[in-house]
């Protein structure tokens, strides 16, 4: 690692876990707590949508996984008795499971194609879970508890967080490590030769198999580690929210997840993230503008994509490239 | 069994023509459009200001909702997808911007006719009884008799009027129809706002039956999605399929699975699944590669 | 003379009513560089797919040292040895030359995927030993000069040339070339032709190509099958081909009557 890229991540491990805190600490803001818990989560999610992009598939399915994910966690804390601390891979695991099931038959679908069966998804996704009976239907699953401690040999990780003066502040801090892993991994499986594969088969299929990669188990593989990204984002939601519902998370999500990949720019690791955190925030800040807020920021979005049509990174490029 | 069968002819009149308007955009300029759903609850709540509101008759606030949406559609293409598409490097960037605009016509449903369910009052009275075993309001088959004819006007545009030929052209090759002196700018304009047209033209005729809410858009715009994915996307004779098998399996569905609940569209869903693991480019779809 | 490395027996393939190829046989030997010719639309690119692995026969099969390649899929084919590039339009486009090189050698990496992911020692023994054969393959066909160039920037005579690195970089025992001198004027024909040959007399790897330009085909051929509408109808040396009656009568009947020489 060069040293100015060392400094830039610690830059960046400082402002989310040092300044961020403080920040809301002077200006009395906890509301944003919540905001930025959400965006943490959500750009968790949107790191797969990209990472599924990045083997050249739109996937506006992300919402399922996130459904199956939130689900599972909530099924397996309330009736099972499980801890939170283990259903949280439990959950990824699952959503990934799931997703190579769907994923063998659709993912030889190319283009708007895949876009539009994954779009589908989302809606069978709140289906079954209104038509099972272990989801309980439309009511959803309430009352979910706190996450519990979590202690190895006796040492306590992560205490109870029933038993916290600031809930808030630790799922603040839980996401954004969780955030902080989720996006390593994204970097570290771009700057291998997986990466370099994915780039291969994003770019061109028939080239890529004739050079001996097993496309379709690659294809496989990217969009189980995308949806296992999903799952994991929707178990820690339910984990904050204490409920979950089919309608948790919809068309609208997906969709989305999608559009902070594609805001952030589709050819950048951070894109999703930096997506997310635009869009999102944006949209919270917007709430002072009541009922005109969908529509400043749909407008704001429209003009975006005028001015900068792949993405706000693209504007990195620019300067680079000096035209 | 008859009662089955017209109540899908019904749906799947109504299907097919949101379905048509779908595939043409798609079929001209490579666009998912997003915000179709919401431009068919903009032709609904036009028709629903008109006659509902003012009075005028019902004809009066057809013809409205297709104008509007037409002159919406063509501004779309011409002030949005067009520069996009010239500037961006992946076809991709077309679908944000599309989502762009679903939301954008969201919230400009919601800040000009609110979010209540809408209506218009019964166009004609009185219900069609067959011996108890088909039963439909005179209405319904009105407004299904109306769809159909609209179907076959479109059809009968596409084959044989200059502008359609042009647009087949177009959707079958854009380069070569460029160098036949196809105007391409043009034709995607007028394509789009056909396109528009029809969406909003089911919005106007529909709002008499079931009425119009805001939050129609998006899944109208998920079931149109499936349409063409049944049909095979780009191709004018697979939606018009899509949404007639769609109607059909939506009114068997309601009968037979109503046992079960709510699982119809469950049931829809997985076997669409399983049908384009079979067959990924739909019915009519030309395989790739 | 030597066990032949690759056999094709009596391969058929249909689509629907159209037969593309028809009960086609033909041996290719260890080192040699063989040229399957015929007019546009004769079934050639067809039968290459289904050597290569991307399309199943009908029926019949293709047989490499002995054991069935062809129904199996293409990456397994390449894991063989048994190699496709492609007309020059096939590159990883978004990447510089050397980076689709060196991603081409994906079938001689030792370490999982996980060690990927990891960078275990074994995978970054791997990347050091590509971009070490990368370069070597970069040097062999000349391309010094693009190295760091993006493959969208390159003009059509390199790109062909970058097409022949990725096939080279899989280290192929056998190595189907789509249509090599396809657009090139005399001299870079005739440069690609000593390519082609030093390929095979450098190392080691046997070629089997499809191709249009008969004169090149002629000077770099061993041996020359000629097939027309689907069927083999000649089989032969370049001199044997030239003399063969039915062939020219398949080149004069079509339009490409480009047998001139």
Not at chain 1, 56 to 79: F, M, P
Not at chain 1, 143 to 166: C, K, M, Q, R, Y
Not at chain 2, 165 to 176: E, F, G
Not at chain 3, 130 to 135: G, M, P, Q, T, V
Request: contains cysteine; glycine residues 12%; aromatic residues 10%.
């Amino acid at each position: 690692m060069t040293p100015s890229r060392l400094l830039g991540v610690g830059a960046f491990l400082l402002g989310v876990f040092v300044l961020v805190p403080l920040l809301i600490v002077l200006t009395g803001r906890w509301d944003f707590y919540y905001t930025l818990t959400s965006v943490a989560l959500l750009s968790v999610g949107a790191a797969g949508v990209w990472l599924t992009f990045y083997i050249g598939r739109i996937n506006i399915g992300q919402g399922a996984y996130a459904l199956v994910g939130g689900y599972v966690s909530a099924i397996l804390v309330t009736q099972a008795g499980f801890s939170f601390w283990a259903t949280l891979p439990m959950a990824g695991l699952f959503s990934a499971a799931v997703s190579v099931a769907i994923g063998l038959p659709i993912l030889r679908l190319r283009g708007v194609y895949f876009a539009m069966v994954t779009l589908v998804l989302t809606e069978v996704a709140r289906l079954t879970a209104l038509a099972l009976p272990v989801t309980n239907g439309a009511k959803g699953i309430t009352s979910i508890p706190l996450p519990g401690e979590l202690s190895i040999f006796g040492l306590t990780v992560i205490p109870d967080f029933a038993s916290l003066g600031n809930p808030k502040l630790a799922f603040y801090l839980m996401a954004a490590v969780l955030m902080v892993l989720t996006y390593l991994v994204l970097w570290r499986i771009v700057n291998s030769r997986l990466g370099h594969l994915c780039r291969s088969l994003q770019q061109n299929e028939e080239l890529s198999a004739s050079i001996g990669v097993n496309t379709a188990m690659l294809r496989v593989l990217a969009y189980a580690i995308s949806s296992f990204f999903g799952g994991l984002a929707g178990a820690m939601f339910v984990a904050i929210s204490q409920s979950i519902y089919p309608s948790s998370f919809v068309v609208t999500d997906s969709v989305n997840f999608m559009l902070y990949c594609f805001l952030g720019g589709l050819g950048y690791v951070f894109g999703p993230m930096l997506g997310t955190l635009l869009l999102y925030f944006g949209w919270d800040l917007l709430s002072v503008a009541r009922e005109y807020q969908l529509l400043i920021y749909s407008g704001a979005m429209i003009a975006l994509m005028l001015v900068l049509p792949n993405g706000v990174l693209s504007l990195l490029e620019k300067k680079g490239g000096g035209k | 069994m008859e009662q089955i069968l017209a109540n899908g002819l019904y749906l799947g009149a109504q299907y097919a023509l949101i379905a048509l308007g779908l595939t043409l955009i798609f079929s001209l300029m490579n666009v998912l459009n997003f915000a179709h759903g919401q431009m068919y609850v903009f032709g609904g709540f036009v028709t629903y200001t008109l006659v509902a509101q003012l009075g005028l008759p019902f004809i009066v606030g057809l013809i409205a909702s297709a104008v509007v949406l037409a002159v919406m559609g063509a501004l779309i293409e011409k002030f949005l997808f067009r520069p996009v598409i010239r500037r961006s490097k992946r076809d991709e960037s077309t679908m944000l911007l599309a989502a762009g605009i679903a939301f954008f016509l969201d919230a400009v449903i919601l800040l000009l006719f609110g979010e209540k369910q809408r209506g218009v009052p019964k166009i004609v009275g009185g219900v069609f009884n067959w011996d108890m075993r088909l039963i439909m309001p005179y209405d319904r088959i009105l407004i299904g008799f109306l769809a159909i004819s609209l179907i076959v006007g479109f059809i009968l545009f596409m084959q044989y009027s200059r502008t359609g030929r042009a647009m087949r052209a177009l959707a079958q090759d854009r380069v070569a129809a460029q160098l036949m002196g196809v105007d391409v700018d043009r034709y995607s304009m007028i394509g789009f706002a056909l396109g528009a047209m029809l969406a909003g033209l089911v919005g106007g005729l529909l709002v008499t039956i079931t009425g119009i809410n805001l939050g129609m858009g998006g899944p109208t715009s998920v079931k149109a999605f499936m349409m063409i994915m049944i049909g095979g996307a780009g191709v004018i004779s697979g939606a018009i399929a899509g949404g007639f098998i769609l109607g059909m399996m939506e009114s068997i569905g309601l009968t037979l699975l109503a046992a079960y609940g709510d699982v119809t569209y469950l049931v829809i869903f997985a076997s669409l699944m399983v049908f384009l693991a079979i067959r990924p480019q739909g019915l009519m779809g030309k395989p790739w590669g | 003379m030597s066990e032949p490395i690759l056999q094709i027996r009596g391969v058929t393939k249909r689509y629907g009513g159209l037969t593309a190829n028809k009960d086609i046989s033909f041996d290719v030997r260890p080192g040699e560089i063989l040229s399957v010719i015929g007019p546009n639309g004769a079934g050639k690119s067809t039968l290459f797919k289904q050597i290569a692995g991307f399309v199943t026969p009908t029926s019949g099969e293709v047989l490499f040292k002995g054991s069935r390649i062809s129904g199996i899929a293409p990456h397994k084919v390449a894991r063989l040895g048994v190699v496709r590039t492609f007309q020059e339009t096939t590159i990883f486009r978004s990447m510089t030359v050397r980076e689709n090189v060196i991603v081409s050698h994906h079938l001689r990496s030792k370490a999982s995927l996980w060690g990927f992911f990891l960078g275990s020692a074994q995978a970054r023994s791997d990347e050091a030993d590509f971009a070490r054969s990368a370069d070597d393959i970069i040097d062999f066909l000349g391309l010094q000069a693009i190295r760091n160039e993006l493959a969208s920037n390159l003009p059509q005579g390199h790109l062909r040339a970058l097409g022949m690195a990725i096939g080279l970089a899989t280290h192929p025992q056998v190595i189907l070339l789509d249509e090599p001198f396809a657009g090139m004027n005399h001299d870079e024909t005739m440069r690609m032709v000593g390519l082609v040959r030093r390929l095979r007399d450098e190392r080691g790897v046997t070629v089997l190509l499809v191709e249009h330009d008969m004169p090149a085909v002629m000077k770099i051929s061993d041996r020359i099958v000629c097939i027309n509408f689907g069927e083999k109808i000649a089989e032969g040396s370049p001199a044997e081909i030239q003399a063969n009656p039915r062939v020219i009568e398949a080149y004069l009947g079509s339009e490409d009557a480009a047998i001139g020489m």
